[in-house]
Each structure stands twice: as C-alpha cells, then as structure tokens.
C-alpha cells in the first residue's frame, strides 16, 4: 500500500524540473522537454512526499486506437476505445511501497472515466537481462498480459502490455507467450 505521507496529485508546470530530473534518473534512455511535460499536464500524476520531493511520475493518453494493433478474439467493436500508458517511473528508493501501483490504479481510474474499454502499454526498462521479468511481474499483478502484435513493423519484436477495462465473457486477449531474453543473443 502506498505511504500515507506520499500524495498523488494531478501535475503542475512547476513540477517539471523534480520530474525531468526523476526520468532521468530511472529511465535515462528517454528524455523530458519542458514542451513535452507542458502538453502532458491534462493526463500526468505525479507521486509527492511530505517534503515536496517528486519521487513518481505517470503519464499517458485516453484516445488511442492502439488496441486495434493487437490479437484480440473475437474482434471486438471498431468503437471500444484505447488508453495508452506512455510513462510510468518511480525513485528507485522509494519502490516497493505501493507508489508505482498508486499511480497506476489511478490512470486505469482516469481511463474508465474517459469511457475507454482497453489499456496497453509499451513498457522499456534500462535493465534488459532483469529489468523486463520484473516490469512482467509489475503490470502482471494489475492484470496486464503481453500481447501478439499483428503488424509486421519495428514493434513486432518489443514488449507490448494490455488489459481490458472491462469484463466481456466473449473477448479474450490472446496473450504471447514470452521468455526474457538478453537483446544481440
């Protein structure tokens, strides 16, 4: 369960410094302008301490058609709508505590709320020998699975994560069947 004296709170422009600094620090591979934080305020959480410290940051869209790109049976209605996760990151000495499923549960929230039936993500971790058995384990316990892309593009081969918001006993995600691997082996 999350700290009580961790706060998760809509984002503010003047969060934007502590929030680059903690992407950099967890996902050093992806950076944050100041013009895109700007554009994610409408859809970014962040995780507070009591101090003021910015040690978790959540981000993602309500209208995707993201979903469409993957195997689903049978194929559901052209007008369920998709959430995508893009950014999900927590301070490394503050993991384990409930705040990276704080902001989670939180985007699921917002998606339901936007009237969306699916949630995928694409999850990258700086770690790829240890680090995609553990983002398993994460999204996993949340319900997300690894689904089979259907396009023959660049993604094909990367970690794709889903679930539906909403339960319908005839569709049914085909989940892939995935094994971690070491990339260049």
């Given at each position: 369960m ?8 809509p ?11 903690l ?14 934080f ?27 058609a993201?979903w ?8 559901p ?11 999900l ?14 902001l ?30 553990e983002?398993?384990?994460?999204y ?20 794709v994560?889903?679930r ?20 260049g082996?």
């Open positions: 999350c700290s009580p004296s961790i706060t998760i709170r984002a503010a422009c003047d969060d934007y410094e502590a929030a680059a600094e992407n950099r620090q967890v996902a050093p591979h992806r950076d944050l302008t100041r013009e895109q700007e554009r994610w305020l409408g859809t970014t959480t962040v995780a507070e301490t009591g101090r003021g410290e910015i040690v978790g940051l959540c981000h993602g869209n309500h209208s995707s993201t469409q790109s993957f195997v689903v049976t049978p194929e209605p052209a007008e369920w709508r998709c959430s995508y996760l893009d950014t990151v927590v301070a490394h000495q503050h993991r384990d505590h409930g705040i990276g499923a704080a989670l549960e939180r985007f699921l929230d917002a998606a339901r709320a936007a009237g969306n039936t699916w949630v995928v993500l694409r999850p990258a971790s700086p770690d790829p020998v240890h680090g995609v058995e983002l398993l384990v994460f996993g316990a949340a319900g997300f699975v690894p689904l089979q892309h259907r396009l023959a593009h660049g993604l094909t081969r990367a970690l994560l889903g539906a918001l909403v339960e319908h006993p005839g569709h049914t995600i085909e989940p892939l069947q995935v094994t971690a691997t070491v990339p082996r």
